[in-house]
């Protein structure tokens, strides 16, 4: 019984020195929610030039603080700054139980962070100076004498006027 016991514990130690806790636990990705106002936007994540396209979830490498620039046609570009923070309870596992080689494997991995903020949401401004809809569809009905003339948008109002 002693003897299994010691096996065990001694794979046990074996194991945890090759690894290490941040890895273990927390993973060297980490998932970040993406929404835009209009949907439909582009994102390119720097350095990792990823692409995407909102909304979306993207999955994030932890070691690096990433720059997210979203574009949509006919909208002004907007950017979002996701910065990585130290997480303590990795640091501590490391130190406590893998020693020197977790800590190495953990801090050249990035397993230590957390990506903050969780969630990354931008409004996109329209390039054009006028609000309102990107398309109107107007309907013309010819009944007799008359002309019925009205558009798909509420609160559109339709003026004709005779020509010159």
Not at 76 to 86: E, G
Request: glycine fraction near 8%; charge should be neutral.
């Amino acid at each position: 019984m002693k003897r299994q016991f010691f096996v065990i514990t001694a794979l046990f130690l074996l194991i945890v020195s090759f690894t290490d806790c941040g890895v273990i636990f927390h993973g060297t990705r980490q998932v970040i929610q993406a929404n835009s106002s209009p949907s439909g936007a582009k994102i390119e994540v720097s350095p990792s030039k990823e692409e995407y396209t909102t909304p979306a979830s993207m999955n994030l490498e932890r070691k690096n603080n990433c720059v997210l620039t979203f574009s949509k046609k006919g909208y002004t570009s907007a950017t979002f700054n996701i910065q990585k923070k130290l997480s303590a309870g990795p640091v501590v596992l490391d130190v406590l139980f893998t020693g020197l080689l977790g800590v190495i494997v953990d801090a050249a991995t990035g397993a230590w962070y957390n990506l903050s903020p969780e969630v990354a949401t931008v409004s996109l401004e329209r390039l054009g100076a006028i609000d309102g809809p990107d398309k109107i569809q107007v309907h013309i009905a010819v009944n007799g004498d008359s002309v019925n003339i009205n558009s798909d948008q509420p609160g559109v109002n339709v003026r004709v006027e005779p020509g010159e």
